[in-house]
């Protein structure tokens, strides 16, 4: 499958730095993002060195002649290089004073023939957004989805709950993290959108599907749901990124000619 892709982040409106990271491989079919946490610079230095060693320890593998040849295999791959980059983090949290305390969430979509395997921990997010319908593919790691989950509360509670931002799952916090990873079919006109909560605790699902359906480049996607977050408020760091299939040109040649003779 090719893709265009774009990305953007921004500080938004309240916060002094942007503890996001994202990065786009786009001759790897790969995007990563992350939002790190922690006191001083600690959320940028967890959520860096996410990306950083995800990309690296991946991007040899994703080549025409790479070793992913199936989707156990590039699974399989994707649960190493996280759990390496966990490591990563941790031990510099625990070694390190200045980034005591620090992890971050991570959200990535990895590229295969036709197939595209999502990973996260925490509550960054994947959508998919097929045929006008938008559907989110990832399931927070978070307190107040345990909540949703249980019923102890309701979704217009969780809107203006005081613990949305509260985690269950990230990287560089505990010893080992267990990536959510799932693999789905790739079909033509879809766009996936990855992204920080910067974004979904600004914009509700229907505010990103009336973004989507406004303007169709993925450059203009992004940059319109970043300004839509902070016009909404931009409480915290955004960031989006995007990948949408790209149309193969309709093979019509082929049709006309057998039609002439
Ligand atoms: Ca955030």
Same mark, same amino acid.
């Given at each position: 499958m090719?893709?265009?892709?774009s990305?953007?982040?921004?500080?938004?409106?309240?916060?002094?730095?942007?503890?996001?990271?994202?990065?786009?491989?786009?001759?790897?079919?790969?995007?990563?993002?992350?939002?790190?946490m922690?006191?001083?610079?600690?959320?940028?230095?967890?959520?860096?060195?996410?990306?950083?060693?995800?990309?690296?320890?991946?991007?040899?593998?994703l080549?025409?002649s790479?070793?992913?040849?199936?989707?156990? +295999?590039?699974?399989?791959?994707?649960?190493?290089?996280? =759990?390496?980059?966990?490591?990563?983090?941790?031990?510099?949290?625990? !070694?390190?004073?200045?980034?005591?305390?620090?992890?971050? !969430?991570?959200?990535?979509?990895? =590229?295969?023939?036709?197939?595209?395997?999502?990973?996260?921990?925490?509550?960054?997010?994947?959508?998919?957004?097929?045929?006008?319908?938008?559907?989110?593919?990832?399931?927070?790691?978070?307190?107040?989805?345990?909540?949703l989950?249980?019923?102890?509360?309701?979704?217009?509670?969780?809107?203006? =709950?005081?613990?949305?931002?509260?985690? !269950?799952?990230?990287?560089?916090?505990?010893?080992?993290?267990?990536?959510?990873?799932?693999?789905?079919?790739?079909?033509p006109?879809?766009?996936?959108l990855?992204c +920080?909560?910067?974004?979904?605790?600004?914009? !509700?699902?229907?505010?990103?599907?009336?973004?989507?359906?406004?303007?169709p480049q993925?450059?203009?996607?992004?940059t319109?749901?970043?300004?839509?977050?902070?016009a909404?408020?931009?409480?915290?760091?955004?960031?989006?990124?995007?990948m949408?299939?790209?149309?193969?040109?309709?093979? +019509?040649?082929?049709?006309?000619?057998?039609?002439?003779?």
């Amino acid at each position: 499958m090719q893709f265009e892709f774009s990305a953007l982040t921004d500080v938004g409106r309240h916060r002094k730095n942007n503890e996001d990271a994202v990065l786009i491989e786009a001759d790897h079919g790969l995007v990563i993002l992350a939002d790190g946490m922690g006191g001083y610079n600690a959320g940028e230095v967890a959520s860096a060195l996410a990306v950083d060693v995800i990309a690296r320890e991946l991007k040899p593998g994703l080549t025409k002649s790479g070793e992913f040849v199936d989707v156990r +295999s590039l699974r399989r791959a994707m649960e190493v290089c996280v =759990s390496n980059a966990n490591r990563a983090i941790f031990e510099a949290a625990q !070694t390190q004073e200045a980034c005591a305390g620090m992890g971050t !969430t991570l959200v990535m979509a990895a =590229s295969l023939g036709q197939s595209l395997l999502i990973g996260h921990a925490g509550d960054s997010r994947a959508y998919r957004w097929r045929e006008g319908v938008l559907m989110q593919l990832t399931r927070d790691h978070s307190l107040l989805q345990e909540q949703l989950d249980s019923g102890l509360i309701t979704a217009e509670q969780a809107a203006v =709950s005081p613990h949305r931002n509260l985690v !269950t799952r990230a990287l560089g916090v505990e010893e080992n993290v267990l990536l959510d990873i799932q693999a789905f079919n790739v079909l033509p006109g879809d766009t996936y959108l990855l992204c +920080s909560d910067g974004l979904t605790d600004m914009l !509700t699902d229907s505010q990103i599907a009336e973004v989507l359906t406004a303007v169709p480049q993925a450059d203009l996607r992004a940059t319109r749901l970043v300004e839509r977050a902070n016009a909404n408020g931009g409480h915290d760091n955004v960031t989006v990124a995007l990948m949408q299939v790209v149309e193969m040109p309709k093979k +019509s040649g082929f049709v006309a000619k057998l039609r002439k003779y």
